[in-house]
Nanobody, 124 residues
Framework: QPHLVESGGGLVQPGGSLRLSCAVS????????IGWFRQVPGKEREGVSC????????NYADSVKGRFTISGDKAKNTVYLQMNSLKPEDTAVYYC?????????????????WGQGTQVTVSS
C-alpha cells in the first residue's frame, strides 16, 4: 500500500527558506510522479509543483516559479521541495501526493495517494 509522509514544515520569517520532505514507501519514484499541494482554510487545495517518474519532468505554479525547487532522491525514495524567498501568502498546510505523471496543470483530482500534511507558517 503506497504511503507518503511529509516533514520539514515550521515557522519562518518572510524571506526565509524551508525544505520539505516527502518520504514514500510501497512504490518506487521510478514509476510514479509526486506532486506538492497546499491548502489554507476555506480555499481549495492548490497545486504547487510536481516531478515526474525518475525526475524527468518538473512543473511549478506561477506563484512559486523561481522561488521553489522540487527534486527527488531515488535511493532514499524521497522528494524534496526547497522553498526560498518565502512570503506570508505561502502560509498553508503542504501535502505531497502520488500520481503516474506530472503535467503543467497540477490537478489534485488526478492524485490518488496523499500524505497527512505539514504546516508552513511564514510570519514575522
Amino acid at each position: 500500500q503506497p504511503h507518503l509522509v511529509e516533514s520539514g514544515g515550521g515557522l519562518v520569517q518572510p524571506g526565509g527558506s524551508l525544505r520539505l520532505s516527502c518520504a514514500v514507501s510501497g512504490f518506487s519514484l521510478e514509476y510514479r510522479a509526486i506532486g506538492w499541494f497546499r491548502q489554507v482554510p476555506g480555499k481549495e487545495r492548490e497545486g504547487v509543483s510536481c516531478i515526474g517518474p525518475s525526475g524527468g519532468t518538473t512543473n511549478y505554479a506561477d506563484s512559486v516559479k523561481g522561488r521553489f525547487t522540487i527534486s527527488g532522491d531515488k535511493a532514499k525514495n524521497t522528494v524534496y521541495l526547497q522553498m526560498n524567498s518565502l512570503k506570508p501568502e505561502d502560509t498553508a498546510v503542504y501535502y505531497c501526493a502520488a500520481e503516474f505523471r506530472c503535467v503543467g496543470n497540477i490537478n489534485q483530482y488526478e492524485y490518488v495517494y496523499w500524505g497527512q500534511g505539514t504546516q508552513v507558517t511564514v510570519s514575522s
